[in-house]
């Protein structure tokens, strides 16, 4: 953390901490630490956080989204960022479903679930009527917004 004479270089700054801290999450396996009982996963509720509020900020200045948090995820669709092609439904279960009930709840709504994913997961899919974020497909595609932001702003 440093200091800052403008709020570019504090969000650059911020969002370059954010995906270090959210691919620890990812790393960590609590199977290997007796602190889980052999809990299987990674950090997974803090990471989804993380890259949530990466894909909220980014979104805020790149689609101009101001105050209405709806805009800010449609970063997610944008051909130069994620370029997940997401329903407008779709888009509103991240916001609704993942980001909001994790930061201001501690949860995540009760018919969708997190998984750790692998290189061939999308980020986002649907299985058997159950929505699923993929945290490893969903840092890489974070990690290149990220470094697409930084080069851009």
């Known amino acids: 953390m440093a200091l800052h004479e403008d709020k570019n270089s504090m969000i650059k700054e911020?969002?370059?901490?954010?995906?270090?801290?959210?691919?620890?999450?990812?790393?960590?396996?609590?199977?290997?630490d007796?602190?889980?009982?052999?809990?299987?996963?990674c950090y997974g509720y803090p990471a989804a956080l993380?890259?949530?509020?990466?894909?909220?900020?980014?979104?805020?200045i790149v689609m101009k989204g101001g105050d209405?948090?709806?805009?800010?995820?449609?970063?997610?669709?944008?051909?130069?960022y994620y370029n997940l092609n997401l329903s407008g439904n779709e888009l509103k279960i991240i916001e609704k479903g993942y980001r909001n009930k994790l930061s201001h709840n501690a949860h995540i709504k009760e018919d969708i679930v997190l998984d750790?994913?692998?290189?061939?997961?999308?980020?986002?899919?649907?299985?058997?009527g159950i929505y699923k974020l993929n945290l490893l497909p969903f840092y890489h595609k974070t990690k290149l917004a990220v470094d697409k932001f930084i080069s851009s702003y």
């Not at 993380?50 to 900020?57: E, G, M, P, V």
């Open 50 to 60: 993380i890259l949530l509020s990466i894909t909220d900020a980014i979104g805020t």
């Open 34 to 41: 007796p602190r889980w009982n052999e809990s299987a996963g």
């Open 14 to 32: 911020a969002i370059q901490e954010y995906i270090e801290v959210a691919k620890y999450c990812i790393d960590f396996d609590k199977s290997k």
């Open 68 to 80: 209405d948090v709806g805009e800010h995820f449609k970063v997610l669709n944008n051909q130069d």
């Open 116 to 128: 750790i994913g692998n290189g061939v997961n999308s980020v986002f899919e649907k299985i058997n």
